[in-house]
């Protein structure tokens, strides 16, 4: 069986072509693309199967899209959050050819299949804890945005429930996150915790630190103007010590994703193990290993012997939700 698996996300889109021989994946070709170079996702996926070989397109059987916003998995459409992209599968599957089963999910769908899918060596742990093979996993990636899906482990096998988490309610816990919140309500008005543990939430947070701690300087930082990954140049920014803004920025953000962790942690008891997704973890692998992070995730009153018992890991697998895909063009 051959299937075209695809991640669609706000800041990139990959897609993959894989082939199961005798049950065992073939992967071809990762294409990345740059989601904002495309007006919508069939001129991309135009441009995809322009520049892939006849015979790598010959014979697909399934498509799989994992996208990053809400899914009608009944009436197989999506809307991307952070595009102006809607998807409808009967469309795609029109533009792939009418043999092609089309089948559109939420992207921690399927991030939450490829997970199970990972090797030990793509995986860094944060806390052992006491992993429990029949209970529940929580996996939450910061990226574009911030993605949350639990995972059941049955009898029948995986069931993935992918949800909205990210856009809960952010709740601050002291003075200074209480002062972030009502700069951000002021831009957004209802601030959720994507706003801050996402790359852009990054970029918030260190926003208001400039703006605090530099007062009557231009809206824009220098270390913002003209850096084509705003967050990747605060990060590097905070190692290097060189802004201090961006220090107290990283700080803030790996602490707040330890809380918004535990927090979804309490809902959902995963002693399967906690994963950390998502494309910017894996590049702040040392920062989440210090103290704050899962100071943060202990953080619980009386329900700190909960969260400090649960295995966390970082996924360093930045193509699991592909993967993902690709596994649930099998379903």
């Avoid at 397109?57 to 102006?84: E, K, M, Y």
């Avoid at 220090?247 to 535990?262: D, E, K, P, W």
Wanted: aromatic content about 6%.
């Amino acid at each position: 069986m051959k299937v075209l698996a695809g991640d669609i996300g706000g800041t990139k889109t990959l897609l993959q072509v894989v082939e199961y021989r005798a049950g065992v994946p073939v992967f071809g070709e990762v294409v990345r693309f740059s989601s904002r170079d495309f007006d919508r996702f069939e001129a991309l996926l135009d441009s995809f199967l322009a520049r892939q070989p006849k015979h790598v397109l010959q014979g697909i059987d399934a498509a799989c899209f994992a996208v990053a916003g809400p899914v009608d998995s009944q009436n197989q459409t999506a809307r991307v959050t952070n595009l102006p992209w809607t998807l409808e599968s009967q469309s795609l599957a029109r533009q792939l050819g009418d043999t092609v089963a089309v089948r559109l999910v939420n992207d921690f769908y399927a991030v939450g299949l490829g997970v199970s899918a990972l090797n030990p060596t793509d995986l860094v742990s944060l806390q052992s804890g006491v992993r429990r093979p029949d209970a529940p996993a929580l996996v939450v990636g910061a990226g574009t945005g911030l993605g949350v899906a639990q995972v059941l482990r049955l009898d029948s096998g995986l069931e993935v429930l992918p949800s909205e988490g990210g856009h809960l309610a952010f709740s601050p816990r002291s003075e200074e996150e209480t002062a972030l919140q009502a700069q951000l309500r002021d831009r957004f008005g209802r601030v959720s915790w994507e706003r801050l543990v996402s790359g852009t939430g990054l970029v918030n947070i260190y926003r208001y630190f400039w703006q605090r701690n530099t007062p009557g300087n231009p809206d824009c930082p220098p270390l913002l103007s003209g850096a084509e990954d705003p967050g990747a140049a605060i990060a590097a920014a905070a190692r290097a010590g060189r802004d201090p803004n961006a220090s107290q920025a990283v700080a803030l953000f790996v602490r707040l994703y330890g809380t918004v962790a535990g927090e979804l942690a309490l809902v959902t008891l995963p002693f399967g193990g906690v994963y950390l997704a998502g494309g910017i973890a894996p590049k702040l692998v040392d920062e989440l290993r210090q103290g704050p992070f899962l100071a943060a995730f202990h953080d619980k009153g009386r329900m700190q012997p909960l969260t400090a018992a649960m295995p966390v890991d970082i996924v360093m697998d930045t193509e699991v939700g592909l993967k993902g895909a690709a596994l649930a063009a099998l379903r």
